[in-house]
Antibody, heavy 116, light 111 residues
Framework: EVQLVESGGGLVKPGGSLRLSCAAS????????MNWIRQAPGKGLAWVGR??????????AYTAPVKGRFTISRDDSKNTLYLQMTSLQTEDTGVYYC???????WGQGTVVTVSS | DVVMTQSPLSLPVTLGQPASISCRSS???????????LHWFQQRPGQSPRRLIY???NRDSGVPDRFSGSGSGTDFTLKISRVEAEDVGVYYC????????FGQGTKLEIK
């Protein structure tokens, strides 16, 4: 089955860190560019960042509010995408989705809550 | 940053009637390769978003043909020819020409 499954969300204090994972199956993960999208409670969608495939240089790019705090990586041997989040702020609270490059496949999301 | 502006933000529709959502970008979405990376997504209550339309007017697999996309440059439209109960949710346009930005979302409800 073609799917993406996120995990790793939870409650963390401001200034803390969290690592999200996204397990891919049913398609050739190592060829895929991948994105992270987030959605604050009751709000719209916002692009967080993306990583290219290894053959395209595994280059990353991020939205301005998370640059220097978030890092996207991938392990093609495990068909898994990661989002390492540090120096978390209350504004980072929301549901985090991983998606394929063209946004044609989405996971179910994982909830991140940053609160003291 | 490219700003995507949707209207209306709330769309009450009678079952069986048509619906239309407008999406305008702050600059042209035509990329250097000639493609226009404007996509539409549906997010049903409690679900993940789902892509409906890619590159302005291409329907994704499994998307009913009552959904159609059109437009060019900075002005785009998603149309539903006859709204059904399963169409309730929030619709987002997204541009992928100048990095990625989403519209604010249009909440479609049944009148």
């Amino acid at each position: 089955e073609v799917q993406l499954v996120e995990s790793g969300g939870g409650l963390v204090k401001p200034g803390g860190s969290l690592r999200l994972s996204c397990a891919a199956s049913g398609f050739t993960f190592n060829n895929a560019w991948m994105n992270w999208i987030r959605q604050a409670p009751g709000k719209g969608l916002a692009w967080v960042g993306r990583i290219k495939s290894r053959t395209d240089g595994e280059t990353t790019a991020y939205t301005a509010p998370v640059k220097g705090r978030f890092t996207i990586s991938r392990d093609d041997s495990k068909n898994t995408l990661y989002l390492q989040m540090t120096s978390l702020q209350t504004e980072d609270t929301g549901v985090y989705y991983c998606t394929t490059g063209p946004f044609d496949l989405w996971g179910q999301g994982t909830v991140v809550t940053v609160s003291s | 940053d490219v700003v995507m502006t949707q209207s209306p933000l709330s769309l009450p529709v009678t079952l069986g009637q048509p619906a239309s959502i407008s999406c305008r970008s702050s600059q042209s979405l035509v990329y250097t390769d000639g493609n226009t990376y404007l996509h539409w997504f549906q997010q049903r209550p409690g679900q993940s978003p789902r892509r409906l339309i890619y590159k302005v007017s291409n329907r994704d697999s499994g998307v009913p043909d009552r959904f159609s996309g059109s437009g060019s440059g900075t002005d785009f439209t998603l149309k539903i020819s006859r709204v059904e109960a399963e169409d309730v949710g929030v619709y987002y346009c997204m541009q992928g020409t100048h990095w990625y930005t989403f519209g604010q979302g249009t909440k479609l409800e049944i009148k």
